[in-house]
């Protein structure tokens, strides 16, 4: 009965022939700084080819799910798997745009600078960046818009623009599953349609795409998957089958006010 | 024989060398401490080094290179465990964990020094502030040509031998790793989700700091080795917004000061008329800091004079 009003994904073990070929594919992971749990028990199997929303109120641990499923932050348990091999072994798979407060903006290097960090993976240790890497980094800038401001350092960039080069640097990437943590907040039209334009393209490359949202008017349009988190997962699925007004109510806990919902209704209805 | 280029040979040539090896040796590593605003970092190690010291002389009862600089780096990398474990256990910042780490080894190391009366051979609370800089002689050099002869280059100070190889090391290790160290200051998550481990690359720079602090202070002392962990680097970060030049304006600006406050302290005060001359490392010190504050002045983009008129400008042009 729970089960069925929470739209709990069923438990499947990562052995199954699902979760080996999910770009990404997690069990009963649990995660928690000091006694307070931050995620628990979530279990979750990416779409191939997909735009997955990761939404939920604040402190839903929504940016810690995605940072112990990069493993950039210990789990208390559970098992996390990219392409059904672990994500240590699959990190040139992986691409990350990270929150941008996360970085020091004044440090001293150009957007270029930063997009060609995208292909230090590939470079590798103790090579050098050579013309080429630089040409290629340029081409990732030039997708977002941002060619112009190649020379720039970084810290000279709007907000916008700063989101825009992390962006580039995560195509640099050329990974086949992308994690975006709040790549929307506090960015200017040009920058949303940007963003917006490269998951399409994205996706249209068959790629997986998981991204921290916390608009819940926009989602529905950006996004063709929902994960619904509030420490515990309360639904994960297709949009239209996942992102009901009744899911989210239940993980924000009442405390959306009816037109938050307004724009989800007919959703719900289906 | 030319009196005053033996002299200059035998005296000033190895203090100028030994003041610019102990600039690029510390200079390099500061521009990432900078970065990482860990520059106290810098400070920790050239302070615990003493203990360190000490402690190497009173194991091995002689003031050999080897076992002082096999102390004086486990010190060293005792302390960065305990800055790392009293950051973690106390939940405070790395700041704090540093000053509480680096002020009780130091004193430790006055202790030991004061008790066991080894403060009587050449290690003394005044020469770990101030170093050895004006008693760092190169025997055996008449001439220039003395330089490359192998009787020239086996008297070579030791001090000196051990900068020369540091610095070579510190300055191959900065070249080779540079794009590593790089992504992980500007961005740890990132470097490690790209499978260059950000904590590996922090440990390789603590130890290569602790390195060039121990090879440095035992001849320019504690002041000088912090000023010249910071003073170039954030020097240079004034004057360029691009890493690769900062590094290169650091070793600059490292190589500048070294010189200029070498010769300030030597010649100055004789110019001057008075007989005496005054403390290199200190002087070498004062330098690399009017550096540091001419360009935080005059420095184009980063300098307060050019941001105002710049900003003048802007108004008028609106």
Known sequence: MIAKLLRLQPHQPLTSEAAKSAPLAIQGL????????????????????????????????????????????????????VYGKSVASQRHLIGYVPQRGSVDWDFPASALDVVTMGLYGKIGWLRPVRKAHRAAALGYLEQVGMADFADRQIGQLSGGQQQRVFLARALAQDAALYFMDEPFVGVDAATE?????????????????????????????YFDHALILNIRPVASGPMAEAFTAENLQHAYGGRLAPSELSGLIPLAGQ | MDLPLADFLQIDLPALLVAVLAGLCCGLPGNFLVLRRQSLIGDAMSHVVLPGIVVGYLLSGTLDTLPMLLGALSAALISALLIEGIKRL????????????????????????????????????????????????????NDWKDLLSPTGLEQMPNSLQRLLGVSLLVILLTVAFFKELKISTFDPEMASSLGFSARLISIGLVVMTALSAVAAF?????????????????????????????????????????ITGYLAAAFAPLLLGADFALNAAGMIAVVASVFQCVSMIFAPDHGKLGRVLKQRQALKME
């Open chain 1, 30 to 81: 649990s995660v928690a700084y000091h006694h307070k749990p931050v995620v628990w028990d979530l279990s979750f199997i990416a779409p191939a080819q997909g735009l997955v929303a990761v939404v939920g109120p604040n402190g839903a641990g929504k940016s810690t799910f995605i940072k112990a499923a990069l493993g950039l932050i210990p789990k208390l348990s559970g098992e996390i798997t």
């Open chain 2, 218 to 258: 035992d001849a320019v002392g504690s002041i000088l080795v912090i000023a010249m962990f910071i003073c170039p680097a954030a020097t240079a970060r004034m004057w360029t917004d691009n890493l690769s030049r900062q590094l290169w304006l650091s070793a600059v600006f490292a190589t500048l000061s070294g």
């Open chain 1, 193 to 221: 349609r940007a963003i917006v334009n490269v998951l399409k393209d994205l996706k249209d490359q068959g790629k997986t795409v998981i991204c921290v949202h916390h608009d819940l008017q926009s989602a529905p349009d």
């Open chain 2, 90 to 141: 106390g939940k405070i910042e790395a700041g704090a964990a540093m000053g509480v780490v680096f002020t009780s080894m130091f004193a430790l190391g006055v202790l030991i020094l004061e008790q066991t009366g080894a403060s009587g051979v050449h290690l003394d609370v005044e020469h770990a502030l101030y170093g050895n800089l004006e008693s760092t002689l190169w025997l055996g050099l």
